[in-house]
């Protein structure tokens, strides 16, 4: 493997997101959670994969997208996630490749077959997900690329990933590179892991001081500390993280740190057209601006700019110039 200094270089689920549109009745006749996510057997991803309608197909995956944003805003990115030695492996790996991300990681073969994510967007711009994890979630520490860890100013960790025992031990290896690197962790959550008997486990890697920088929006802060008051959810996890960054959709987003906290309004969006990847989106605006110096406030607005643009089309990755919009 080749080394060379990266911006971030962020750890999760190597998906490929297959997007179709779909009416409500559709939904409800299968159902899906809709605007939620659930994971699915291979065998069950077969079955309504079958019941879609036309799709198209692209490498996704949350953190996956955000490394997509930051290739896109001109800095230098990397992804570690594990694909099936199979034709969705290979567009995930074109895609990565084609878009400035240095994608390395070594091909499995299958079974399990690389990870996809069915997505059906409703006329309200709300997205369901449905994901078939597959081989992304056989990721483990021996694929690590601990040069690129250590060259790389942010290591950026997926939560959708954190679940399975594999993956999990692979991101705390990770951090500890990064860490003994001198470099910055950040963590993104997921709402999956925010419920239920999995809370324990998230809360305990922030009490060890694994995460520099927190991602999460309401529900999932809200899910994770069990306070019913955002600003009771604020204080318990600031004397946990160096920073900690909430986005709150339409309410635009917050940032702590250093004993103070910033707000701005989201970005104007003439029409919403699909939310997929608006975190993912934030989430590389923020990084983006950060590794480039600026403030909280200007890392919040290069998030929010990011955001507004991503939910202005279908999909999870930019199709506007964001150094255009987001001049770092």
């Known amino acids: 493997m080749t080394s060379s200094a990266l911006d971030v270089v962020a750890i999760g689920d190597a998906i490929v997101d297959v997007i179709a549109t779909c009416d409500d009745s559709f939904i409800a006749a299968r159902g899906l959670p809709k605007g939620g996510m659930q994971l ?17 197909e692209i490498s996704g995956g949350s953190a996956a997208n955000s490394m997509a944003g930051i290739a896109a805003l001109g800095l230098n990115a990397g992804f570690i996630g594990q694909v099936a030695d199979d034709q969705l492996g290979e567009i995930f790996a074109h895609d990565m ?37 597959g081989a992304s979630h056989e990721l483990t520490p021996a694929a690590l690329d601990e040069e690129m860890i250590r060259g790389a100013s942010v290591t950026f960790l997926e939560g959708y990933l954190w679940g399975p025992e594999r993956p999990r031990a692979a991101m705390l290896k990770a951090a500890e590179i990064a860490h003994a690197a001198g470099r910055t962790v950040a963590f993104t959550l997921s709402e999956s892991l925010c ?31 069990g306070c019913g008051e955002l600003s009771d959810c604020i204080a318990a996890l600031t004397p946990k993280v160096r920073t900690l960054v909430l986005t709150r959709g339409a309410a ?53 700019a990011c955001a507004a643009e991503v939910i202005s089309h279908f999909g999870a990755r930019p199709e506007a110039d964001l150094r255009a919009l987001v001049r770092l």
Request: hydrophobic share 40%; proline share 7%; with cysteine.
């Open 252 to 304: 635009g987003a917050l940032a702590a740190e250093a004993g103070s906290t910033v707000e701005v309004a989201a970005a104007p969006v003439e029409r919403v057209v699909d939310t997929t990847g608006a975190g993912d989106l934030f989430a590389a605006g923020f990084l983006a601006a950060r590794c480039r110096g600026r403030d909280l406030a200007g890392c919040l607005e290069a998030g929010a």
């Open 195 to 225: 419920i239920g008997d999995r809370r324990a486990g998230v809360m305990s890697m922030i009490d060890g001081g694994t995460a520099d920088i927190l991602f999460g929006n309401e529900d999932e802060i809200r899910h994770l500390t």
């Open 40 to 56: 699915l057997t291979t065998g069950q991803a077969d079955d309504l994969y079958a019941a879609m309608g036309p799709a198209r």
């Open 97 to 133: 490749t084609a878009l400035g991300v240095r994608f390395e990681t070594p091909p499995m073969a299958s079974p399990p077959p690389t990870g996809r994510c069915l997505i059906l967007v409703t006329p309200d711009a709300q997205r369901t997900m449905n994901t078939s994890p």
